[in-house]
């Protein structure tokens, strides 16, 4: 707070700096991201567009009364739709040339969770992911089991094709290589130690994508959906329907929803380890940075997350060199891409920059 008297105004007001933190943040509040890593300058604006939108979508649904784990969930389905983001339509391809998605939600308010690993032909795997914490006592279901449940349920089965892009087939050819390096494509693109990001490079990310919201009851909620990791083995299965890795929401504490190199992401359960951050005081900037920094000083790993706590004071923090995000609250739409960079626009605005 700044004192054009150069004071210690805590010591003349400590009820007045204590009250104006507290007034600050307000519900309901929503934040989602669209995958860390290197995004090419082409894919750029569509990634950040992305994003604001899929905030808008989840926070009406707030604004309408929906509860936290409605407004991610639609959030998310909102990105899975969108062929710009690895998840859903648009998810990167096994190294033999298919799909493979891992989605989860949990809810803060009673621990809830449910999660698919590695299911095929599904347009919303955050869907189903939800039916699985809804109606079964499991919390995660995967390959074929995930596919019987989703026909259980009348969730219908979509061409494998129609969830595969152009692009997604372009980097898949490019990987094939026994001597590629698919996470360093994904994570930083053409970047090597002796030569920086290419700003230009078609090989770089296609983000997971996840939300965090409180809505105005206080319940909190996450969800996560991801087509893994590129040219991945068939089976493989990453921190995204890991609970506490690809995802953690407590109403005592806050919610996370991460992105990077998901095995990084699960030797450090990262978002259960940013909550227990919060838990011991931190802010939920401070404990986002503090858990990156852990997982890329420990692990070498990079990625990104959002973060939100009970009051409504939010993060979306990454030491990737890019990260697509937006939150809203209030009247304002927040967003970035690059680190340290954040706008803000009415969230009425329908077209933005």
């Known amino acids: 707070m700044f004192c054009p008297l150069d004071c210690d105004v805590g010591h003349i007001f400590p009820w007045h700096v204590d009250i104006e933190l507290q007034a600050m943040p307000s519900l309901p509040v929503l934040v989602v991201h669209g995958g860390a890593g290197h995004i090419p300058k082409d894919r750029a604006q569509i990634s950040c567009a992305g994003v604001r939108e899929a905030a808008r979508v989840g926070y009406a649904c707030l604004q309408a009364g929906g509860s936290a784990m409605d407004a991610v969930t639609e959030a998310v389905t909102n990105l899975e739709n969108n062929p710009a983001y690895n998840a859903g339509r648009g998810s990167v391809l096994t190294q033999h040339g298919t799909v493979e998605m891992d ?29 699985v914490m809804e109606k079964t006592s499991h919390l995660c279901l995967t390959a074929e089991g995930a596919s019987h449940f989703a026909r259980a349920m009348g969730v219908p089965e979509v061409p494998e094709e129609s969830l595969i892009t152009e692009y997604a087939r372009m980097r898949w050819r490019k990987n094939l290589d026994p001597d590629a390096n698919p996470v360093q494509c994904m994570m930083m693109g053409g970047e090597t130690p002796s030569a920086p990001v290419d700003t230009h490079d078609t090989e770089g990310k296609i983000g997971t994508v996840g939300a965090v919201a409180v809505d105005a009851q206080g319940n909190i909620a996450c969800a996560t959906s991801t087509g893994g990791m590129l040219n991945k083995m068939e089976g493989r299965v990453g921190d995204t329907a890991c609970i506490g890795c690809g995802a953690y929401a407590d109403n005592h504490v806050g919610a996370v929803s991460p992105t990077g190199h998901g095995e990084a992401i699960m030797k450090v359960t990262l978002s259960r380890l940013i909550l227990f951050y919060m838990e011991q005081g931190k802010s939920a900037q401070e404990a986002a940075d503090q858990g990156l920094a852990y997982m890329k000083d420990r692990v070498q790993g990079l990625g990104g997350v959002v973060v939100v706590d009970p009051r409504g004071d939010w993060a979306a923090r990454f030491t990737s060199a890019q990260m697509a995000w937006a939150a809203a609250q209030g009247d304002q739409l927040h967003y970035g891409l690059y680190v340290g960079e954040h706008f803000t626009q009415p969230i009425t605005d329908p077209k933005g920059p």
Do not use: F
């Not at 095929?120 to 039916?131: D, G, S």
């Open 103 to 131: 989605a989860i939600v949990m809810d803060g308010r009673t621990l809830a969770s449910g999660a698919v690993s590695a299911v095929r032909r599904i347009a919303n795997p955050v869907q189903l992911a939800r039916l």
